[in-house]
Nanobody, 115 residues
Framework: QVQLVESGGGLVQAGGSLRLSCAAS????????MGWYRQAPGKQRELVAT???????NYGDYVKGRFTISRDNAKNTVYLQMNSLKPEDTAVYYC?????????WGQGTQVTVSS
C-alpha cells in the first residue's frame, strides 16, 4: 500500500507563495503520473497539475503561469510551487500518485489565501 505524506499548506496573503510537497513511500512499483488536485467547499475536485515520470506536465488553465509542478524521482516526491496566489485558490489540495495499476490519494492539505 503506497503511503503519501503531504506538507506545505497554510495561510498566505493574496500575491504570496507556497510550496507543497508530497512524498510517496512503500510503493512496490515505479511511480507513474504524479499530480495535485484541489477541492473548494461546495465544488468538485479539479485538476491543478500533473507530471509524468518522463517529466511532461499538464496544468489546469486557472493556474497556468503561476504554479509549477516538479518531481524528484530519487525521493519519490512531487512538488507544487504556487506563486501569485489568489483568494480563489483557497481549497484543500490533494496529492495523487499512480503506481502499478492503482491510484493513490493523499489526505489533503489546506491552502487558504486571504484578500
Amino acid at each position: 500500500q503506497v503511503q503519501l505524506v503531504e506538507s506545505g499548506g497554510g495561510l498566505v496573503q493574496a500575491g504570496g507563495s507556497l510550496r507543497l510537497s508530497c512524498a510517496a513511500s512503500r510503493s512496490p512499483f515505479s511511480l507513474n503520473t504524479m499530480g495535485w488536485y484541489r477541492q473548494a467547499p461546495g465544488k468538485q475536485r479539479e485538476l491543478v497539475a500533473t507530471i509524468r515520470s518522463g517529466g511532461s506536465t499538464n496544468y489546469g488553465d486557472y493556474v497556468k503561469g503561476r504554479f509549477t509542478i516538479s518531481r524528484d524521482n530519487a525521493k519519490n516526491t512531487v512538488y507544487l510551487q504556487m506563486n501569485s496566489l489568489k483568494p480563489e485558490d483557497t481549497a484543500v489540495y490533494y496529492c495523487n500518485v499512480g503506481a502499478g495499476l492503482n491510484n493513490y490519494w493523499g489526505q489533503g492539505t489546506q491552502v487558504t489565501v486571504s484578500s
